[in-house]
């Protein structure tokens, strides 16, 4: 059927249709109709009451059908409108002739070829309604070969542009409180089919009181067309488009005065879009070709690209910026085609215990490149995985991974610290594995571990071509078990400390960061033994009692005692036990009274092991109950 010749195609808005919608979903379409499908049935399965959602879809001259079937669906599905306008180059004049129709209290823009997440909508309105949010950003993902610009982690209620990761993505797709967009006059530039939406996402965020993040669900799918034809991936003219970014970042430069926090948003600049071209789209150039592009970015670099932007930049980028800034176009290709068409050399470390990007030219005499472009050395971090964490005859054994990309890791060894006090325990260390044995009994370096909760870290070396004689790298971090770590792992239990005496020792992970941490407490106090100790008591016919209690005991010794107690507030009753031991380190005691004093009475285990003694509560079956024993004296014999 086809479209409609006039600019509106609109469906009549539903009986109970609330006069202003919460939001107002804005959705440039463009010869996408093989998307269009899959794009606005996410917009019509949101969670959100769909009588607050509207939705404005904006056909931009479209040739494949897309008009139409905008049409038959805006027939099918209230508070659907279709606008129509001629093609206008670009996303957006389309994402600003929606926003002039809009009428809800927040505007999203999503593009046609993308989806929602189900509850994107209500989960980002909502955030926006509880923080007074100009922007909310959701979490993006991306699909079918597109990855997601920005990998959101932590939903936060309010966060600064310069120290959250949500400049990195000036990209369309937030919500927007569409009164703050109004009341700064924020519209698209129209015409540009890449980078339209800069100066849009730029402006918004440096100028929004209230930015936040849903990080917690999956708010925007980014897909990838399986004709390679989104804008991203066309062809450019390059010097044009790196004029544009100049007024671009001279926009940015307007709103940040110079300093470091100018300098964190250049960053981002120089990342995306000053530095990007260089690469396949630079060299497919021939030599005038490239030397126009470098002299088109060479102002910006001039500019914009303080010490400190370079200094923060990647080796590969950072030459770029430098051979830009010097005018080395031979230099220049060479870094390009180590990208581009090889790939780079292996980093090594220098004889200065400096680290460097293995690109070309380095300390070559004829090319004027200093060391410094090429160091990567504050970029070096471990990258480890706590795999495994067991105890065995009251050693810890732990197993993991280990690496300082791009070096090899030669050496690693398990730090325990404890305020200034630091103990080294070696791992054996093969193949990027690693496996270390922390014994209480020894770990204090060949001596005793006193008592007390000790953090765990882990040490990586790597050596240059001169081997452990020369210089090394050495990095450190906290051990983090993976998650889905086995409960039992982190169950206190006695160990042995050689002339020391038993203690309980126990495995723990701080707060928030969750990091690995050992408790010894001869005590026993912090961290009781017996988490799972639950009992009964039962009466017989005659009055006899029987109390039987059950508890896993892990690392308990063999001549450890057990015995089963009864305490009031003045008198404690040791009882005559016997103990069970069961599968593993679970034991069973039981104790049998034919009489004992009146009384009610609460049950505990007493657990003697050496020098180590702890009275344990016994709970009742629920887990939560003390378990009691009352007593009416000494009963009567039987006649």
């Known amino acids: 059927m086809p479209a409609p010749d006039d ?16 939001v107002s979903v804005i959705v440039p379409v463009h010869n996408t109709l093989r998307y269009l499908d899959r794009c606005l049935d996410s917009v019509f399965a949101q969670t959100l009451d769909r009588r607050r959602i509207e939705v404005i879809a904006v056909d931009d001259g479209s040739t494949d059908g897309s008009a139409e079937r905008l049409a038959e669906l805006a027939r099918r599905h209230p508070g659907l409108t279709v606008l129509r306008q001629d093609a206008s180059g670009g996303a957006g004049r389309p994402r600003n002739t929606g926003l002039d129709h809009a009428r809800g209290d927040y505007v999203f823009f999503l593009d046609s070829d993308d989806r929602l997440g189900p509850e994107a909508l209500e989960r980002l309105t909502r955030m926006a309604d509880r923080c007074g949010s100009d922007v909310v950003c959701g979490r993006i993902v991306g ?19 310069f120290d959250s990761p949500v400049y990195w993505s000036l990209a369309a797709y937030k919500l927007f409180r569409r009164s703050f967009l109004e009341e700064h006059g924020l519209r698209f530039v129209e015409g540009r089919l890449l980078g339209e939406d800069l100066p849009f996402g730029s402006t918004a965020l440096l100028r929004a009181k209230t930015v936040s993040v849903v990080a917690d669900h999956d708010c925007y799918h980014l897909h990838g067309r399986d004709d390679d034809s989104n804008a991203s991936r066309q062809d450019t003219d ?3 488009y790196l004029g544009y970014i100049g007024t671009v970042l001279d926009g940015v430069a307007a709103e940040v005065p110079p300093g470091a926090e100018r300098d964190k948003l250049m960053v981002r600049h120089f990342h995306g879009e000053i530095l990007m071209p260089f690469g396949a789209a630079y060299l497919a150039r021939d030599p005038a070709g490239r030397q126009r592009m470098a002299a088109a970015a060479r102002p910006l670099v001039e500019r914009y690209g303080t010490d400190r932007v370079r200094a923060a930049l990647p080796p590969g980028l950072r030459l770029r910026a430098h051979c830009l800034r010097a005018g080395l176009d031979d230099a220049l290709d060479a870094v390009v085609e180590a990208d581009t068409a090889r790939q780079p050399g292996p980093p090594h470390l220098g004889d200065d215990g400096r680290v460097y990007a293995g690109y070309p030219l380095f300390r070559d ?15 070096v971090v471990v990258r480890q995985r706590l795999i495994r ?12 991974t280990a690496a300082l990309p791009p070096l090899a890791a030669d050496t690693v060894e398990i730090q325990l610290r404890r305020g200034g006090t630091v103990h080294h325990v070696p791992a054996h260390c093969s193949d ?3 496996h270390a044995a922390v014994d209480p009994a020894t770990a204090a370096d060949g001596e005793l571990l006193t008592d007390g909760t000790w953090g765990l870290k882990i040490v990586v070396s790597a050596h240059g071509a001169a081997g452990a004689a020369g210089p090394a790298l050495r990095r450190e971090a906290w051990l983090v078990p993976e998650e889905g770590a086995d409960e039992e792992e982190f169950a206190p239990r006695i160990v042995g400390r050689g002339p020391a005496g038993p203690s309980v020792a126990a495995l723990f992970l701080s707060h928030p960061h969750g990091h690995l941490h050992l408790d010894l407490d001869r005590a026993g106090d912090r961290r009781p033994l017996g988490a799972d100790l639950h009992g009964t008591a039962t009466r017989g016919r005659f009055g006899r009692a029987a109390l039987t209690a059950r508890l896993t005991l892990p690392g308990c010794p063999a001549d450890a005692e057990l015995g089963l107690i009864l305490r009031d507030a003045t008198r404690t009753v040791a009882l005559r036990t016997t103990v069970e031991r069961g599968a593993g380190d679970h034991r ?6 034919r009489r004992g004093p009146r ?4 049950v505990a285990l007493r657990v003697t092991a050496g020098a180590l003694s702890q009275e344990l509560p016994v709970r009742a079956a629920d887990g939560r109950t003390p378990l009691t024993l009352t007593l009416p004296g000494t009963p009567r014999p039987p006649r």
């Open 7 to 22: 600019l509106t195609a609109a469906s009549a808005p539903g009986p109970d249709a609330p006069t202003t919608p919460a």
């Open 143 to 161: 699909a079918e070969g597109r990855a997601a610009p920005v990998d959101l982690r932590t939903t936060s209620d309010r966060v600064s542009v």
């Open 238 to 240: 390059w010097c044009d």
């Open 365 to 379: 005499p004829r090319h004027a490149l200093p060391d410094a472009c090429y160091d990567l050395t504050d970029r």
């Open 389 to 400: 964490r067991r105890w065995a005859g009251g050693v810890l054994h732990l197993r993991g």
């Open 432 to 434: 990027g594995a690693w």
């Open 588 to 593: 069973t005691v039981r104790s049998r009274l």
């Open 599 to 602: 009384g009610t009475w609460r």
